[in-house]
């Protein structure tokens, strides 16, 4: 079993920035998709970016020139960078890890990002 922890998500004006970052632990072998998905009151999960262990990256397009997602292949870690953050990026922040292609994914507890206009 694979267990994500996420932190850093809080309270921001827009046009403020936010980090979040998400470890994971459990896993014997490197994972090799991990990312973010976030979803707003009323919505459905959504992905916002996803990076692979060669550094392929995936983002939502609201997102790209906004957000950079990051990872630490040898800690099993992911970070997104958000910056120039929108009433519209409020959610709630979800980790996502998916060890390989023919397995579940897993999910972290979530973290919430508030964007205040």
């Known amino acids: 079993q694979v267990q994500l922890v996420a932190s850093g998500g809080g309270l921001v004006q827009a046009g403020g920035s936010l980090r979040l970052s998400c470890a994971a632990s459990?896993?014997?072998?490197?994972?090799?998709?991990m990312g973010w998905y976030r979803q707003a009151p009323g919505k459905q999960r959504e992905l916002v970016a996803t990076?692979?262990?060669?550094?392929?990256?995936t983002y939502k397009n609201s997102v790209k020139g906004r957000f950079t997602i990051s990872r630490d292949n040898a800690k099993n870690t992911v970070y997104l960078q958000m910056n120039s953050l929108k009433p519209e990026d409020t959610a709630l922040y979800y980790c996502?890890?998916?060890?390989?292609?023919?397995?579940?994914?897993?999910w972290g507890q979530g973290t919430q990002v508030t964007v205040s206009s």
């Open positions: 459990g896993s014997s072998f490197a994972i090799r998709t």
């Open positions: 996502y890890a998916r060890r390989t292609i023919v397995e579940n994914p897993y």
């Open positions: 990076m692979t262990t060669d550094g392929s990256t």
